[in-house]
C-alpha cells in the first residue's frame, strides 16, 4: 500500500542523502569536511590527467570524468567516505576496449608530407575514441542501473577477495607497462587482446635505444619523489594532520620547469598540450556501438562495483554505518549515464583518494563535493596553465599510485599457509589476466573461482537444532516433533562449507535463528546507556545496586530525550548498575528483546572455511559477546580446527575451549556454568 510514510520511506532508500544531510553537524563537521575536499580535489586534479592516459583519450577528459559522476553520487550513494572517479585498472580496462575499437591504423593519412608518406589523423582519432569511451560508459551505466533495480547486488559476493587482489595485481603490471612506454618516450605499437602486453614489452625494447632522456629524467624524479613521500606521509600519520600533496606540488614544479626551459622545442618531449577549459555541452551516447562493447561493459560494470563496494564496506565497517550494495548499483548506474552524456570514461573509486579523503578527516560526501567544486576551478581556470606539463610526469604519478597493488604480492605466502584453493585462485586470475585480455583474464578467474567451489561445497543451507528429551541426539526443530530447544540456547548448523561467497547466507541465517540482530542490539543498548548516563549525570534518575528508576518524566524530558539522540558521549563518572535489558527501561528507547544466553554451532558438516569465512566468525563472535551472549563451537573435525588455528581465529578474547566435541557436551557445559539469567548485564558505564 503507498501512504505518505511508505513513500517518504521509499524517497530516502532512493535518495540517502534525504537520510544523512538534515543530520548534519555542520559546526563539527564541516571545516573537515571542507580540508578534506580540497586536498582530495587537488589530488582528483592530478590523478584525472594521469588516468586519462590509462583510458586512450586526451587527458583533459579526466577532469570531467573526476568532476561529473560526483555529482550525482552525492545525492545517491549510501558511502560517506570513498571519493569518485577514475581508477587506474578501470581505466586500463576503459583503454583496451578504445584500442580495440579505434586503433591507430584507422586514421592514417595516406600521400602525406611524412618520411614513411603515412601519418596519422590524431584529431580524428582522439575524437572517436572519446566518443567510444563515453558511450561505454553510459552502457556500465545502464547495465549497473538494471542489475541494481533488480536487487543483483549479491553478485559481488561472487568476486572474492583473492580473486580481486589477483586480479587488480595482474592489471597493475599491465598498467607498469603502458605507462613505462611514456617514461621512456619511445615509439611502440598499442596493442589489445591476448599476450598484448608480452607484445607491448618487446616493442618497449626494440625501441629502448629511442629512449628521450628529458622524459625519463623527469619521469624517475617524480616517481622517486612520489613514492617517497608518500611512505613518509604513511609513517608519520599520526603527526601530519594533512598528508603532503607531492603530486600537486610536483607537477606544479615540472610545468615551471617544461615551460620555462620549453622542453617540448629543444628536447622533444612529449607534454600535455591540450587542457580544455570550461565545459562541453553533453553528447547523446552512440548506440550503434553497443553491439560491439556489451561483454567489456559487463566485466568494467561488475568490476568497478565491486572494487567500489568493498572499500565502501570498509569504511562503513569503521566508522559504524551501513552502505547498501543495491543501491550502490544505482547510484553508479546513474552516475555512469549521466556523466557519459558528458564525455566522461567510466566511474569508480579510487583506494589513493578515498584514503586521503578519509585522513584529511572527511565526514561526509559534502567532502566529495567540494572535491567537485576544486576540479571545476581547474576546469574553468587552471586547467591551462597545465599544458606544458610532461606526460612522463603524470606517468610517474600513475606508477606511484601502484604501489599498494604490488605489494597485495605478499598475499601469496599467507594464503599458502591458510587455504591452498584460496592461493590457487589468486595465481589462476593473476596469470591469466596477464597472459590473455585483461576482460577475458577476469572472466577466466570468475570462471576458475566458481569451479573450485563447485568441488568443495554443495548448496548451502542452515537450521535450528533442538534436543530430543532423554537423549543427546539434536534435529531439526521444524522437520522433528517433540523436539526442545534448551532453554536460553540456540543452535545452528550450517550444513555446508563457509567460504566467501556464503557468508552472507550464514549471517543472514543467524539473524533469522536467533531472532535479533546483534549489532542492532548493541547500538539500541549504547543508546539508553548514553541517556541513562545523561539523565544519572542530571540527576533525573536514581540509582541503587538492584535497580535504576526514573524520579520524573515528562514532555519536557520526552524533548530531553531526542536532544540525547544527537548528543555525543561525554565522560561521566563510573557507576555499576545491572540492567534489565528485557524489561520496560526508563528511557525513550526501543532495545529489542534478547532471549538467550548462548549461541551453539554445530560444525558437523562444515567441511571447510575459507579466511573470509574465519574473519567473518570473529565479527559474530565479538558481535554477540559484547551484548553478553556466548557462542560455542561444537562437532568441528581436525582439519576445520586447523582452519580456525592457522588463519589466527583463536586470539584476543576468543579462546579453543569455546570448541566441543559434540552439541551435548557444549549444552552441559553451558547449563553448568552459566549462573545467572542472560538480561542481566553487568555495565561499566563511561
Not at 580473486?163 to 611502440?188: C, D, E, H, Y
Not at 598499442?190 to 602486453?197: A, E, K, P, T
Not at 552472507?504 to 549489532?519: H, P, Q, R, Y
Not at 545496586?545 to 531526542?562: A, L, P
Request: aromatic share 10%.
Amino acid at each position: 500500500s503507498c501512504t505518505p510514510v511508505t513513500a517518504r520511506q521509499k524517497l530516502k532508500k532512493f535518495f540517502p542523502v534525504l537520510n544523512w544531510l538534515p543530520k548534519y553537524r555542520w559546526k563539527e563537521w564541516l571545516v573537515h569536511d571542507l580540508v578534506s575536499g580540497l586536498c582530495t580535489g587537488l589530488v582528483a586534479t592530478l590523478q584525472g590527467l594521469a588516468f586519462a592516459l590509462l583510458a586512450e583519450v586526451p587527458v583533459g577528459y579526466g577532469l570531467y570524468s573526476s568532476f561529473f559522476p560526483i555529482l550525482t553520487y552525492f545525492f545517491l550513494g549510501t558511502s560517506r567516505h570513498i571519493a569518485v572517479g577514475p581508477f587506474p585498472v578501470i581505466c586500463l580496462m576503459v583503454g583496451q576496449v578504445v584500442l580495440a575499437m579505434a586503433p591507430d591504423e584507422k586514421f592514417i593519412i595516406t600521400n602525406s608530407t611524412e618520411s614513411n608518406g603515412t601519418m596519422i589523423d590524431y584529431e580524428a582519432r582522439d575524437a572517436a575514441r572519446v566518443v567510444i569511451s563515453s558511450t561505454l560508459s553510459f552502457l556500465i551505466g545502464i547495465i549497473q542501473l538494471i542489475l541494481g533495480v533488480f536487487q543483483f547486488g549479491f553478485v559481488v559476493r561472487y568476486l572474492g577477495d583473492p580473486l580481486v587482489r589477483g586480479f587488480t595485481t595482474a592489471a597493475a603490471v599491465q598498467v607498469l607497462i603502458s605507462q613505462v612506454k611514456l617514461i621512456l618516450n619511445v615509439p611502440s605499437t598499442n596493442y589489445s587482446g591476448i599476450l598484448s602486453m608480452v607484445y607491448t614489452t618487446m616493442d618497449i625494447f626494440a625501441n629502448i635505444g629511442k629512449t628521450n632522456f628529458a622524459d625519463l629524467t623527469a619521469g624517475l624524479i617524480t616517481l622517486v619523489l612520489c613514492l617517497g613521500v608518500k611512505d613518509l606521509n604513511e609513517r608519520f600519520k599520526h603527526i601530519l594532520r594533512i598528508p603532503v600533496p607531492i603530486e600537486v606540488i610536483v607537477a606544479i614544479v615540472a610545468t615551471g620547469i617544461s615551460y620555462g626551459v620549453n622542453l617540448e622545442e629543444n628536447y622533444n618531449a612529449a607534454i600535455v598540450k591540450n587542457v580544455p577549459s570550461g565545459f562541453i555541452p553533453p553528447v547523446a551516447p552512440d548506440v550503434s556501438l553497443f553491439s560491439q562493447m556489451i561483454v567489456p561493459a559487463f566485466s568494467i560494470g561488475i568490476l568497478a562495483y565491486a572494487l567500489a563496494v568493498s572499500l565502501g564496506k570498509v569504511y562503513a565497517i569503521k566508522y559504524n554505518y551501513e552502505i547498501d550494495g543495491n543501491q550502490e548499483f544505482i547510484a553508479f548506474g546513474v552516475s555512469n549515464i549521466f556523466s557519459g552524456c558528458f564525455s566522461c570514461f567510466c566511474a569508480t573509486t579510487a583506494l589513493s583518494r578515498s584514503a586521503v579523503q578519509e585522513s584529511t578527516g572527511g565526514k561526509t560526501q559534502i567532502a566529495g563535493l567540494l572535491t567537485a567544486v576544486v576540479v571545476m576551478i581547474s576546469l574553468l581556470s587552471i586547467g591551462t596553465y597545465l599544458e606544458p606539463l610532461q606526460k612522463s610526469v603524470l606517468a610517474a604519478i600513475v606508477i606511484s599510485n601502484l604501489k599498494g597493488m604490488f605489494w597485495q604480492v605478499v598475499d601469496v605466502p599467507r594464503l599458502w599457509r591458510q587455504s591452498k584453493w584460496d592461493t590457487a585462485i589468486w595465481l589462476f586470475t593473476c596469470f591469466a589476466s596477464l597472459l590473455l585480455d585483461i576482460d577475458l583474464g577476469l572472466l577466466v578467474g570468475i570462471i576458475f573461482g566458481l569451479f573450485t567451489v563447485f568441488l568443495r561445497v554443495q548448496y548451502p543451507s542452515y537450521n535450528s537444532l533442538g534436543n530430543i528429551p532423554g537423549t543427546d541426539i539434536y534435529k531439526d526443530i521444524e522437520k522433528y516433533k517433540n523436539v526442545e530447544e534448551p532453554e536460553g540456547i540456540k543452535i545452528v548448523r550450517f550444513s555446508s562449507a563457509i567460504f566467501y561467497g556464503n557468508v552472507d547466507t550464514l549471517k543472514d541465517g543467524v539473524k533469522s535463528i536467533v531472532g535479533f540482530d546483534a549489532v542492532r542490539v548493541f547500538t539500541k543498548r549504547t543508546k539508553a546507556q548514553q541517556k541513562i548516563n545523561k539523565l544519572l549525570k542530571k540527576k533525573k534518575m536514581s540509582a541503587n545496586e538492584n535497580e535504576i528508576r526514573r524520579d520524573s518524566y515528562t514532555d519536557e524530558d520526552s524533548e530531553m530525550d531526542d536532544d540525547l539522540d544527537e548528543a555525543e558521549n561525554k565522560e561521566t563518572n563510573d557507576i555499576m548498575l545491572q540492567i534489565d535489558w528485557n524489561a520496560e527501561l526508563p528511557v525513550s528507547v526501543s532495545v529489542p528483546l534478547v532471549t538467550i544466553h548462548s549461541l551453539i554451532f554445530d560444525f558437523g558438516q562444515v567441511i571447510f572455511l575459507d579466511v573470509v569465512a574465519v574473519d567473518t566468525l570473529k565479527g559474530i563472535y565479538k558481535e554477540f559477546q559484547r551484548i553478553d551472549v556466548e557462542v560455542y563451537i561444537a562437532g568441528c573435525d581436525d582439519k576445520v580446527f586447523g582452519q580456525l588455528e592457522s588463519c589466527g581465529f583463536f586470539q584476543d578474547t576468543i579462546k579453543p575451549g569455546i570448541c566441543f566435541l559434540t552439541i551435548h557436551d557444549a549444552v552441559l557445559h553451558i547449563q553448568k556454568q552459566k549462573k545467572r539469567p542472560c538480561s542481566n548485564v553487568l555495565l561499566d558505564m563511561v
